[in-house]
């Protein structure tokens, strides 16, 4: 009997130092990665269309040390910042120009939102004012970022 209720203790505690350990909390430790939804709404898709072909899509992006990137180009000259983040389509012709990301085990950094393969070298998405949008992912970061209006470089 006591066998019995000493392995069910030593299941137990294995067993909550497994959830602690998933969760990154055991000796006060946080966890580094996040779940969360990035989403946007592109204000001048119109005018951005004739940057826009149809293998152009949307990639969520690390900030490199210096603000810095590493690009690579396709057959036809155009860029793409390197990243094994989420995707997202270019919103279609007459629609409502948001753009959503669902981030799964999203490090805790700073990030932006590339246009991949459009005309524009090194294109990425711009706040008002011509900055580009800075997405900052952190301990305090809910499950939905809403990024709010953004625009795609067009010059």
Known sequence: MRARILAACVLGCFTLM???MSRGELLGGET?????TIKGVITNLAEARQLITSDTYLQLAPLGRG???SVSYDGRGRTAISSNLAKASIPAAGSTAAFSF???GLDEGTYVVAVQLSAVNHSV???S????LRIKVSKSTGPTLDVGEVTIPVR
């Not at 580094?32 to 969360?36: E, G, L, N």
Request: glycine share 14%; proline share 5%; net charge positive.
């Open 18 to 20: 497994g959830l602690l």
């Open 32 to 36: 580094k990665t996040h779940s969360v």
């Open 129 to 132: 004012g011509q900055q580009p």
């Open 102 to 104: 669902d981030c799964k």
């Open 67 to 69: 603000g810095n990137f």
């Open 125 to 127: 998405v711009l706040r």
